[in-house]
């Protein structure tokens, strides 16, 4: 669990550099290093990898309080253009709705293997680790429809997210896009896929990740 470790400090050090912009909600979200490990507060229902329980021990998710108090079920990081959601493990279950379960009676869906949990999510699109693999392998999906992958484990994604992060805030303080036709500067795609080739080790995996952020 070392490297997944490193990649945990090094992902709430590189939320921690490069905070938020002011948003509809209250910039209190984050998430922080737990100095002692969390009893964790999750759903029988949902299964968490060793990986996944590993970070949700160490690595406290603040949730968003919008400015009216209602408080939200997740954070969000800050990508350029818009935010990625991360759910604490006591809001998983909530999340998995309208994926492994669906309806307005929250069946379970045919299509949905119950070892795929949603994590987090980008415009409603899911980030999904797999649980009952090694290494907890990561992809996403465009709503519901099928998954592809963008790590072959949840440290790599955690590395990937956080040279992102890094790119965004530091080569290009926050400002990745043209201001006059809104689209992602050439250059700063290229100078992300570089980075992510050498963390995700597969050019399809650094391919489909900008995709998934930026297509």
């Known amino acids: 669990m070392k490297q997944l470790e490193n990649s945990v400090l ?4 590189a939320m ?9 909600v209250h910039n209190n979200g984050g998430v922080r290093y737990r100095s002692k490990l969390a009893k964790l507060e999750v759903d029988e229902k949902i299964y968490l990898s060793p990986e996944l329980i590993f970070f949700y021990k160490h690595c406290e998710i603040i949730c968003n309080i919008r400015p009216d108090g ?3 079920d997740c954070t969000d990081i800050d990508l350029g253009n818009s935010p990625l ?3 604490p493990a006591d809001k998983l279950v909530r999340r998995q709705e309208g994926f492994r379960w669906i309806g307005s009676e929250k069946r379970e869906n045919p299509n949905w293997d119950p070892n795929w949990l949603v994590v987090a999510d980008k415009d409603d699109d899911p980030i999904v680790v797999v649980t009952n693999e090694e290494n907890s392998p990561v992809f996403a999906s465009y709503e519901t429809s ?4 963008i790590a072959d484990s949840f440290s790599a994604f955690l590395d990937a997210l956080s040279v992102t992060l890094e790119i965004i805030h530091e080569k290009y303080k926050g400002e ?3 201001e006059e036709t809104f689209d992602i500067y050439d250059d700063f795609i290229e100078m992300v896929k570089s ?3 050498s963390i995700l080790n597969k050019e399809q995996y650094a391919n489909n990740f900008i995709d998934y952020l930026y297509g």
């Open 70 to 72: 209602y408080p939200l």
């Open 146 to 149: 099928a998954l592809f992958p």
């Open 195 to 197: 980075s992510l080739i």
């Open 176 to 178: 990745i896009m043209d």
């Open 10 to 13: 090094k992902f709430i050090q």
């Open 85 to 87: 959601y991360l759910y």
């Open 16 to 24: 921690d550099e490069y905070p938020k912009e002011e948003a509809p």
